[in-house]
T-cell receptor, first 112, second 115 residues
Framework: KQEVTQIPAALSVPEGENLVLNCSFT??????LQWFRQDPGKGLTSLLL?????REQTSGRLNASLDKSSGRSTLYIAASQPGDSATYLC???????????FGKGTRLLVKP | EAGVVQSPRYKIIEKKQPVAFWCNPI?????LYWYLQNLGQGPELLIR????????DSQLPKDRFSAERLKGVDSTLKIQPAELGDSAVYLC?????????????FGPGTRLTVL
């Protein structure tokens, strides 16, 4: 059974710092991996989707990498801002006919 | 383009009462998901639809939960009767098809409080 773990559970950094959020999964046979952002009391906003054949995806200050063989993905946030404060979740799916499995998320606080 | 729409945003009911949530996915999206999210946890799938067909409902507590997606567009999730432990956020998401690699788009959720 696929399990997704996110470390750390919470992170507090000063504004301007570069940071890395980690996501690991137990079954490396994934179809894709998606990173989301969730603000308090809100739904999830899609940040990046990495297909199984890809190694990374970039959007603005965000870069997500995928290493299937080791069952890991990282989300890199450059030059963090207070507006980046949110919970970041990763989810994997093992195929077109499979559903997503989510991690519990990392709560990020960027202090001004 | 409008995103995934959910209503109501908040619902407070007493235990043993029925409750229903409604979801309108992004236009043209064939796949619709209902998730349950408890505080401090990631979303957990309740049911997934491909058009009108429920293709994964293995995690849906069928003794009290039911769902439908008539005409393959809007969907309704119902709980009857509600229990205290059902208090959570119910999220709806949709995705297009194989060409989009199942990228999911979420609605704002319905926060349910059962008293």
């Amino acid at each position: 059974k696929q399990e997704v773990t996110q470390i750390p559970a919470a992170l507090s950094v000063p504004e301007g710092e570069n940071l890395v959020l980690n996501c690991s999964f137990t079954d490396s046979a994934i179809y894709n991996l998606q990173w989301f952002r969730q603000d308090p009391g809100k739904g999830l906003t899609s940040l990046l989707l990495i297909q199984s054949s890809q190694r990374e995806q970039t959007s603005g200050r965000l870069n997500a990498s995928l290493d299937k063989s080791s069952g890991r993905s990282t989300l890199y946030i450059a030059a963090s801002q207070p507006g980046d404060s949110a919970t970041y979740l990763c989810a994997v799916t093992q195929g077109q006919g499979f559903s997503f499995i989510f991690g519990k998320g990392t709560r990020l606080l960027v202090k001004p | 383009e409008a995103g995934v729409v959910q209503s109501p945003r908040y619902k407070i009911i007493e235990k043993k009462q029925p409750v229903a949530f409604w979801c309108n996915p992004i236009s043209g999206h064939n796949t619709l998901y209902w998730y349950l999210q408890n505080l401090g946890q990631g979303p957990e799938l309740l049911i997934r639809y491909e058009n009108e067909e429920a293709v994964d409902d293995s995690q849906l507590p069928k003794d009290r939960f039911s769902a439908e997606r008539l005409k393959g567009v809007d969907s309704t999730l119902k709980i009857q009767p509600a229990e205290l432990g059902d208090s959570a956020v119910y999220l709806c998401a949709s995705s297009l098809d194989v060409s989009s690699y199942n990228e999911q788009f979420f609605g704002p959720g319905t926060r349910l409080t059962v008293l």
